[in-house]
């Protein structure tokens, strides 16, 4: 079994900044990719960013040239770093890893999902 667990999140004033973090943790050898994602209240959960093995690097379009996200392999790590809140930017923050597992000879993916963290953006 793989636990992620983020840490980070917390309450900024608008124009402020915060840096995500996520740690995976447990049977495995290898991650694939690992993503954000954010849940506002009321709203349907939606993608934020997502980095590939390599570094390779995609944004949602609302956070684009404000969010960094970057990884590091070696502590099976994601991170976040996240400049010029907006007020809209609150949500609870999940990171996601796509973890290779085998089963009776079968290769496949499984998502894997923190339990989130709250960023609030309010003066």
């Known amino acids: 079994q793989v636990q992620l667990v983020e840490s980070g999140g917390g309450l900024v004033q608008p124009g402020g900044s915060l840096r995500l973090s996520c740690v995976a943790s447990?049977?495995?050898?290898?991650?694939?990719?690992m993503g954000w994602y954010r849940q506002a209240p009321g709203k349907q959960r939606e993608w934020v960013a997502s980095?590939?093995?390599?570094?390779?690097?995609n944004y949602a379009e609302p956070v684009k040239a404000r969010f960094t996200i970057s990884r590091d392999n070696a502590k099976n790590a994601a991170y976040l770093q996240m400049n010029s809140l907006k007020p809209e930017d609150t949500a609870v923050y999940y990171c996601?890893?796509?973890?290779?597992?085998?089963?009776?000879?079968?290769?496949?993916?499984?998502?894997?999902w923190g339990q989130g963290t709250l960023v609030t953006v309010s003066s």
């Open positions: 996601n890893a796509d973890i290779p597992e085998s089963d009776s000879g079968k290769d496949y993916l499984t998502a894997y």
């Open positions: 980095i590939s093995t390599m570094g390779n690097t």
């Open positions: 447990g049977s495995l050898f290898s991650i694939r990719s």
